[in-house]
Nanobody, 117 residues
Framework: QVQLVESGGGLVQAGGALRLSCAAS????????MAWYRQAPGKQRELVAS???????NYADSVKGRFTISRDNAKNTVYLQMNSLKPEDTAAYYC???????????WGQGTQVTVSS
């Protein structure tokens, strides 16, 4: 069992910045992938960024150059630094942790990010 707790969402003006955090606890294997997804109203959940245990990252094209994902393995915590935020970044952001090669994994409860124009 893995538990994920997100924090750091909020309301920000366009061009501003926010930092999301997600702390994992429970039975966590050494090699894992932590990721951030987001879901806007009426849209499907989409991958924002992911990072594995050795620091390999992957980003959605829409956030490249603006968002940075990082992790602290000692704390089992993943971060998402979001800069130059746009109204289209408005969504509920969810943390995910999975153990390759399995898919799915565990999800956090979500944190709302709202960017005003």
């Amino acid at each position: 069992q893995v538990q994920l707790v997100e924090s750091g969402g909020g309301l920000v003006q366009a061009g501003g910045a926010l930092r999301l955090s997600c702390a994992a606890s429970g039975s966590i294997f050494r090699f894992n992938v932590m990721a951030w997804y987001r879901q806007a109203p009426g849209k499907q959940r989409e991958l924002v960024a992911s990072i594995n245990s050795v620091g390999t990252t992957n980003y959605a094209d829409s956030v490249k150059g603006r968002f940075t994902i990082s992790r602290d393995n000692a704390k089992n915590t993943v971060y998402l630094q979001m800069n130059s935020l746009k109204p289209e970044d408005t969504a509920a952001y969810y943390c995910n942790l999975r153990f390759p090669p399995t898919s799915g994994g565990s999800w956090g409860q979500g944190t709302q990010v709202t960017v005003s124009s």
